[in-house]
């Protein structure tokens, strides 16, 4: 049913999951002797945020912010609103921020700036999905799962108008859905 909306498939659920677990391997890694405070970026990051964090084998804290700037289009509003702030302070913690898809950046390019305004010790980025070609601000992530074209994405938390979350795959949103 919602496959009828989608151009092609770019990443399968078992591409998902084996990335998934290498990222969880390279954090584990990274912060064997550490305490991260694990900050997911709600509503989109709420599945890889799951899977992640059951892959990452160290004595880790989870919060989640629900930040939102797309509302129902597929660009950015450029204003980023905090719908829900962290329950945790970040004061002198090392910080990874959770993200599905990092597009003009102008959502964490915010939170960072934020994390360190709150004296976070350190802050890193993971975020399942890249998409250079969308960048306005200037932002690297620390740990990538995959690249992605300059097309509009959804699935595994990813939306279009709130749609598409629940797709267990990333498929490219065909045009005619969102272009009348
Ligand atoms: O790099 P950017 O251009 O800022 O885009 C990336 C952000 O946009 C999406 O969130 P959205 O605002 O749609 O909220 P949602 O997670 O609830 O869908 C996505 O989940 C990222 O948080
Ligand atoms: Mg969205």
Redesign the pocket.
Same mark, same amino acid.
């Given at each position: 049913m919602l496959q009828k909306d989608i151009e092609e498939i770019l990443i399968s659920e078992e591409q998902l999951q084996e990335k998934i677990l290498e990222l969880g391997a390279q954090i584990t890694a990274d912060y064997d002797d550490k305490f991260p405070l694990l900050v997911g #970026? *709600?509503? =989109?990051?709420m599945p890889f945020m799951a899977d992640l964090m059951k892959r990452i084998d160290a004595y880790l804290e989870i919060d989640f912010m629900d #930040? &939102? !700037?797309?509302g129902n289009a597929t660009v !950015?509003s450029g204003e980023v609103k905090i719908v829900k702030d962290l329950n945790t302070s970040v004061e002198g913690r090392d910080i990874i921020i959770v993200? @599905? +898809? +990092? @597009? !003009? =950046?102008? &959502? *964490?390019s915010y939170l960072v700036d934020l994390f360190k305004y709150r004296k976070a010790k350190s802050i890193r980025i993971i975020t399942l999905l890249d998409k250079p070609s =969308?960048r306005k601000v200037d932002l690297k992530p620390d740990y990538v799962g995959f690249d992605v074209p300059d097309a509009f994405v959804v699935g595994y938390g *990813? @939306?279009y108008a709130e749609r598409y979350r629940n797709l267990p795959y990333i498929g490219v949103l065909k045009k005619s859905v969102y272009s009348f």
């Amino acid at each position: 049913m919602l496959q009828k909306d989608i151009e092609e498939i770019l990443i399968s659920e078992e591409q998902l999951q084996e990335k998934i677990l290498e990222l969880g391997a390279q954090i584990t890694a990274d912060y064997d002797d550490k305490f991260p405070l694990l900050v997911g #970026v *709600l509503k =989109g990051a709420m599945p890889f945020m799951a899977d992640l964090m059951k892959r990452i084998d160290a004595y880790l804290e989870i919060d989640f912010m629900d #930040v &939102t !700037s797309y509302g129902n289009a597929t660009v !950015s509003s450029g204003e980023v609103k905090i719908v829900k702030d962290l329950n945790t302070s970040v004061e002198g913690r090392d910080i990874i921020i959770v993200e @599905d +898809i +990092i @597009d !003009s =950046g102008l &959502t *964490l390019s915010y939170l960072v700036d934020l994390f360190k305004y709150r004296k976070a010790k350190s802050i890193r980025i993971i975020t399942l999905l890249d998409k250079p070609s =969308g960048r306005k601000v200037d932002l690297k992530p620390d740990y990538v799962g995959f690249d992605v074209p300059d097309a509009f994405v959804v699935g595994y938390g *990813l @939306d279009y108008a709130e749609r598409y979350r629940n797709l267990p795959y990333i498929g490219v949103l065909k045009k005619s859905v969102y272009s009348f």
